[in-house]
Nanobody, 127 residues
């Protein structure tokens, strides 16, 4: 069975940093596009970043230059380093496997029509 598990959320102040981790199993990790989505209060679910093999596919404009996605195939893991966090980054962050990379917005996440999702981890940025 496919399993995706996130960790690393928390609360920080503006301009702080957090690192999210995602470990997955049950599929061929090297051949699978992975992504980080987020959903903030009252917002659609937004693709934050995605990665294929060791090459990033996408960063949302709102996070470019602040967030970095990476993956370690030996550990079946994907990471999201988030720097210079802003209050508008406050959201539940989800790791998803086997995503559709061109799907940038989903009404609500997790949505298993668009991949295999973890349980989500809360990120809260205070001003």
């Amino acid at each position: 069975a496919v399993q995706v598990v996130e960790s690393g959320g928390g609360s920080v102040q503006t301009d702080g940093s957090l690192a999210l981790s995602c470990t997955a199993s049950g599929f061929r990790f090297d051949e699978t596009d992975m992504g980080w989505y987020r959903q903030g209060p009252g917002n659609e679910c937004e693709l934050v970043s995605s990665i294929r093999s060791d090459v990033f596919l996408y960063y949302a404009d709102s996070v470019k230059g602040r967030f970095t996605i990476s993956r370690d195939s030996a550990k079946n893991s994907v990471y999201l380093q988030m720097n210079r966090l802003k209050p508008e980054d406050t959201a539940v962050y989800y790791c998803a496997a086997d995503i559709l990379p061109n799907v940038r917005f989903i009404r609500s996440c997790p949505d298993r029509a668009y991949g295999n999702w973890g349980q989500g981890t809360q990120v809260t940025v205070s001003s």
